[in-house]
């Protein structure tokens, strides 16, 4: 689901304004629209985290594979840029839910001494989605034709059959998208309930978590939303912007942090908390929206961005430097969550994270200052800036549960996993904005921002380091 805008929302957007690549109002309605995506993701963690402690991890966790699965086939419908943005936020929603309660469920599932295999399994089969969106694209070129007579065949109008298929196939790829929700009569057949969330249900820990709590989460989403409506292509100039962020980014922290607040103070007036444990778990949730705030900037402020830029360098679009682009991203990005996960075990994760931030920083700077054409040169250095920055995907899901006790973990890393979204949407909607004002130059813009990392070497130094510890019940 992740991997599908980044690839094909520079057709869609062409199609849906009726705008040549490289017009602003496609730069920034796709600034835009990846914005609404991390918002709804921060919103959807915090509340899918919510669920998960609150009715357990595999429940919780089919509602939120349905809303992200068929929202994204409904993106395919749309017949206006603003219908994919309202549609792709609900499905983000069920999107970054799904990234808490998974993590959460298969960590506390699964042996402790295991938990560096299944971070690298968990970053791992992330990017093989990225790999598969963009091979389905690649052979989708080639299978237009068969498919156009494959809906014929269906009985499909032809009308319609030739709108699914044009502009890249976009429409078709969006409906695609749905196919996950198949997955959700597998997952309620066969994945078992997490016994330490079933102990924290038997003792009274879930009753703690009350629904009216998620109004802030409600306001806080309107805070964040309003920082996105202020950076669209409709919003008002630099100055009120800047203003109205600062105040919608405190709005959105104090709001999603509302039910955490709650829960701990009800829990510790219980006695089902030890003292001392409500200001440790805050501390915890302030770093790692930070670590992870680091990471997303990064990654969809600078290398999401890549597939557009290479489509832009490549002078034949039958080249598909687009969907090549993607592809090596996604190798490398396969590779990087694999050696993270196991280097954490072997250094340490401060150390590891560290090392992640200095190797992204200038696996980007090489990729966009180095780069002036389209080649294997190119997708060589798109391969390292996939392994590097996507290499904290296989460092969260290690870290993060080390972070928090089970009564709060999913929401815990929902929190600090996917706030760190609303960071990088701030952030995100600032490539346009860096674009204008370097003359268009998307390297000079991605260069600017890989300067985040260096954010992220020094919030790991307040960070406690956990290796060897076993995960905190």
Known sequence: EMGLFPLIGGPALQDLLAAPGGDPAVNRWFSVIIAVFLVGAATGGVVFG???????????????????????????????????????????????????????????????????????????????????????????????????????????????????????????????????????????????????????RDRGATSHWAAADLNGVLIG????????????????????????????????????????????????????????????????????????????????????????????????????????????????AIAGTVLAAYLCDLVGRRATYTALCLASMAAALFLYQANHAFGAGFLASVFVAGCTSAAFYGFFPLYFPELFPTSVRATGQGFAYNFGRIIAAVGGLQTATLMNFFDGSFPKAGSVLTGIYLLGILLIRFCPETRGRPLPD
């Open 50 to 200: 919510w669920l998960g402690d609150r009715i357990g991890r595999v429940r919780a966790m089919s509602l939120s594979i349905f809303t992200y699965a068929v929202f994204t086939g409904l993106c395919g419908l749309a017949t206006e840029a603003w219908h994919i943005a309202a549609l792709r936020f609900i499905a983000s929603l069920g999107m970054g839910g799904e990234w808490s309660l998974g993590v959460a469920l298969v960590n506390e599932v699964w042996p402790g001494r295991s938990r560096a295999f299944i971070a690298a399994a968990i970053g791992a089969a992330a990017n093989v989605g990225f790999l598969a969106v963009g091979l389905l694209s690649l052979v989708l070129a080639g299978v237009v034709e068969s498919l156009h007579a494959g809906l014929l065949a269906l009985r499909v109008p032809e009308a319609w059959a030739d709108r699914l298929l044009a502009n890249s196939g976009w429409r078709f790829l969006m409906i695609s998208g749905a196919l996950p929700a198949a997955l959700i009569f597998f997952i309620r057949l066969f994945v078992p309930e997490s016994a330490r969330w079933e102990r924290e």
């Open 221 to 332: 989403c309107v805070g964040a939303l309003t920082i996105v409506y202020l950076w669209s292509p409709v919003g008002p100039s630099a100055g009120p912007a800047c203003a109205g962020s600062a105040l919608g980014f405190a709005v959105a922290l104090l709001g999603y942090l509302h039910p955490v607040r709650k829960y701990l103070s009800r829990a510790e007036r219980s006695g089902l908390l030890a003292a001392g444990v409500r200001p440790r778990v805050l501390h915890h949730l302030y770093l790692g929206t930070g670590l992870a705030g680091v990471a997303l900037l990064g990654t969809w402020g600078s290398i999401q961005w890549a597939p557009r830029w290479a489509h832009d360098l490549a002078a034949d679009p039958a080249l598909r430097a687009r969907e090549y682009t993607q592809i090596w991203l996604a190798l490398g």
